[in-house]
């Protein structure tokens, strides 16, 4: 798969066939999960048992840049039992990157060779079913982010067929297996877990009560500024996708009125969960590995 481009692409021209092949060279494992960790899953980078890592300033076309909470490693070992290819850390639209730099790593993951993925985030809860500590689900999505990560891609098979089509169907992104499996885990280790829909914004200032109540109306669960970038571009590259919010806080005006979000206190929560959000994913994982 050659990915050429226009339009509007900044600086990331990098093939992610040439990284994934440069990985390959080096690792040799061949993970078929990858789990990429948003604020509250980092437990999950420290429970691997490492055969390789590699920070992102060494991978060629993956995003540079930080914020508080997030590592820039890309992660490859085991699970318990289970192969794995992990990215903690990603690049957010917020702190500046394009979409395409946001979304690199996972056609570098999907490259490699990947069968699934498994995306993490912090969210606001803006169900009245969610409370701070809850996890949620992903039963689908609402891309409120005002772009879009396929927009100016042009991806051409070999045959010099358009394949994979930037037009991707996006009805049942995430899979009905592996939520299955997501809310069986949860089940057996007693979480307060619901499965609902993320909606995501840019940021990076959080949302007015205001849009926190629209939102509501329109359908979304929960409210976030990543993810569902990362879930186009994989489900354009055919991978199965799952994703699963740790709800760190109650979303804008749901508290009460004058009650604040700092991002100080959703990363404070979200790391208070970390134990539990790992063995989340840890049994997650095991369970795939069965089924694959
Ligand atoms: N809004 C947007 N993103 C978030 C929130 C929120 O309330 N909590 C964690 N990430």
Redesign the pocket.
Known sequence: MTHSRTGNLSGNVCEPTATANALAAVVRGRPRLGLILG?GFGGVARAVTLERSFNYEELKGFPKGRVAGHDGQLLIGKLGDVDVIVLAGRAHFYEGFNLDEVTFPIRVLAAFGLDTVLLT?????ISPALRAGDFMILRDHINFMGVNPLRGVVSEGSSGNVEPSRFTDMTEAYDPELRRILRAVARSQRLRVVEGVYLA?S?PS??TPAE?RAFGRLGAS?????TVAEVIVARQCGLRVAALSG??????GRAGPGVR?SHEE?LAQ?HSREVVATQLVAEFARRWNLLV
């Open positions: 604020s985030n912090a969210a606001g809860g914004v940021g959080y949302e926190i929960a409210v976030g500024m990543s709800i760190t806080n109650l979303a804008a979000l959703v979200a």
